[in-house]
């Protein structure tokens, strides 16, 4: 029989549209003598939807024209319910639109990569691939991500971080900090977006100020970092979980400025070539032996120390004078799923979809040793509720 694998997108990210590009890329290269694939479509509204127009990246062009095509879906949050039900159904028909036995998360950015849905699918027990919630929430965040490297003795770059509420109340205390800790130029930007969405290079007060008020509107928490001007940006995509993983062939992605922008990773697609796939980059990466094998060590551990799972792509600062090597961050749900950087590795992208589908199931397995409940009631116990919290003070 077939696995029924829903794919879920979209959602409420300032990514949305780059999610659905890397969904449409995921769905169309999975092996359809294996599974059924249900396309889930989370609307910006935050509605689910389903149903085979979902499949035609041109239909996106008109949102509301393509929903109108689809069927509105929901699971419910009861463990053990793995059925996506319909919205809306008839006075005879069936409540369930399918059976979901896998799901695999193409969530970017906010309210998906977060560990947010991750909460949803684990709150169910449905299988699923990628991060569970922790290490997606801790991936996600710039600030507590760097914390975790740098005390498990990951190099990273040196930063400030605060809150938009700091930033209005203390301003100037918090200019003097980033001034005397790290000097000009730095890189201002919001601690838990992707896609480079909100980050720009501050050189002066003046632009430090409008990068960060720029930054604020898409976070609540700002990190502002030292900048290596000597930069050379190297990606490596790490498969598997943080017990037994393998990294791929590095990249280098080609900026037009000091950094990668949204622009350098999305826009110059082709009808074929879109997402993270369409930038331009060196692969492999133009590297010795000695520093390609040192990057992918370190990729390979922060994703060992942040606790990931499924495919993941580590992003690596190189200080081009000095070789040093700094990890910058981690995508827990990279674009395009970083097939290409498999390819390149030798895996073809049914191959990689084939080995997130077993790496859900074999997680799921392995949770089911674990105990998570105890069988007794202590209700039932000689002795009632004396020592109860809250037993004494007459709780009802």
Same mark, same amino acid.
């Given at each position: 029989?077939?696995?029924?694998?829903?794919? #879920?997108?979209?959602?409420?990210?300032?990514?949305?549209?780059?999610?659905? @590009?890397?969904?449409?890329?995921?769905? %169309?290269?999975?092996?359809?003598?294996?599974?059924?694939?249900?396309?889930?479509?989370?609307?910006?509204?935050?509605?689910?939807?389903?149903?085979?127009?979902?499949?035609?990246?041109?239909?996106?062009?008109?949102?509301?024209?393509?929903?109108? &095509?689809?069927?509105?879906?929901?699971?419910?949050?009861?463990?053990?319910? =793995?059925?996506?039900?319909?919205?809306?159904?008839? *006075? #005879?028909?069936?409540?369930?639109?399918?059976?979901?036995?896998?799901?695999?998360?193409?969530? %970017?950015?906010?309210?998906?990569?977060?560990?947010?849905?991750?909460?949803?699918?684990?709150?169910?027990? @449905?299988?699923?691939?990628?991060?569970?919630?922790?290490?997606?929430?801790?991936?996600?965040?710039?600030?507590?991500?760097?914390?975790?490297?740098?005390?498990?003795?990951?190099?990273?770059?040196? =930063?400030?971080?605060?809150?938009?509420?700091?930033? =209005?109340?203390?301003?100037?205390? !918090?200019? &003097?900090?980033?001034?005397?800790?790290?000097?000009?130029?730095?890189?201002?930007?919001?601690?838990? *977006?992707?896609?480079?969405?909100?980050?720009?290079?501050?050189?002066?007060?003046?632009?430090?100020?409008?990068?960060?008020?720029?930054?604020?509107?898409?976070?609540?928490?700002?990190?502002?970092?030292?900048?290596?001007?000597?930069?050379?940006?190297?990606?490596?995509?790490? !498969?598997?979980?943080?017990?037994?993983?393998?990294?791929?062939?590095?990249?280098?992605?080609?900026?037009?400025?000091?950094?990668?922008?949204?622009?350098?990773?999305?826009?110059?697609?082709?009808?074929?070539?879109?997402?993270?796939?369409?930038?331009?980059?060196?692969?492999?990466?133009?590297?010795?032996?000695?520093?390609?094998?040192?990057?992918?060590?370190?990729?390979?551990?922060?994703?060992?120390?942040?606790?990931? %799972?499924?495919?993941?792509?580590?992003? +690596?600062? +190189?200080?081009?004078?000095?070789?040093?090597?700094? +990890?910058?961050?981690?995508?827990?749900?990279?674009?395009? !799923?970083?097939?290409? *950087?498999? &390819?390149?590795?030798?895996?073809?992208?049914?191959? !990689?979809?084939?080995?997130?589908?077993?790496?859900?199931?074999?997680?799921?397995?392995?949770?089911? %040793?674990?105990?998570?409940?105890?069988?007794?009631?202590?209700?039932?116990?000689?002795?009632?509720?004396?020592?109860?919290?809250?037993?004494?003070?007459?709780?009802?």
């Amino acid at each position: 029989m077939k696995t029924n694998v829903a794919v #879920f997108f979209g959602g409420r990210s300032v990514e949305h549209e780059i999610s659905v @590009i890397s969904a449409s890329q995921a769905m %169309h290269a999975m092996n359809r003598e294996k599974y059924n694939v249900i396309p889930v479509y989370i609307s910006k509204q935050g509605r689910w939807y389903t149903g085979e127009a979902l499949f035609d990246l041109k239909k996106y062009r008109d949102m509301n024209a393509l929903t109108a &095509e689809c069927r509105e879906v929901f699971m419910r949050p009861e463990f053990g319910d =793995y059925n996506l039900y319909k919205a809306k159904t008839g *006075l #005879f028909g069936s409540k369930v639109e399918a059976t979901i036995d896998v799901v695999i998360p193409v969530l %970017h950015g906010t309210n998906g990569e977060d560990g947010i849905f991750e909460g949803v699918l684990e709150t169910i027990g @449905i299988p699923y691939a990628g991060c569970n919630t922790v290490s997606s929430a801790n991936g996600m965040d710039k600030i507590t991500m760097k914390m975790i490297l740098k005390d498990c003795g990951i190099p990273v770059v040196d =930063y400030v971080w605060f809150t938009d509420k700091q930033w =209005y109340k203390q301003k100037d205390a !918090l200019i &003097e900090s980033i001034e005397s800790r790290l000097g000009y130029p730095v890189i201002v930007k919001p601690a838990n *977006l992707g896609s480079s969405v909100g980050i720009s290079r501050a050189t002066d007060r003046n632009s430090l100020i409008d990068s960060i008020e720029n930054a604020e509107k898409y976070s609540t928490r700002i990190i502002v970092e030292d900048m290596v001007e000597n930069m050379k940006e190297i990606n490596c995509s790490v !498969l598997g979980d943080c017990d037994d993983y393998q990294m791929s062939t590095l990249e280098e992605p080609i900026k037009s400025g000091d950094f990668l922008t949204y622009d350098d990773k999305y826009k110059g697609g082709t009808k074929t070539t879109q997402g993270m796939q369409a930038s331009q980059k060196r692969i492999p990466a133009e590297l010795s032996d000695e520093m390609t094998k040192r990057i992918q060590h370190l990729a390979g551990e922060t994703f060992r120390v942040l606790s990931c %799972h499924g495919v993941s792509r580590v992003d +690596v600062m +190189v200080d081009s004078k000095t070789d040093d090597i700094y +990890v910058n961050e981690i995508n827990t749900i990279p674009g395009s !799923l970083s097939f290409y *950087l498999w &390819e390149a590795t030798g895996i073809s992208f049914d191959q !990689l979809m084939d080995r997130l589908v077993a790496l859900a199931i074999k997680r799921k397995r392995e949770q089911g %040793h674990k105990t998570t409940n105890f069988d007794q009631n202590i209700f039932n116990l000689q002795g009632g509720t004396k020592g109860v919290k809250g037993a004494k003070a007459g709780v009802k």
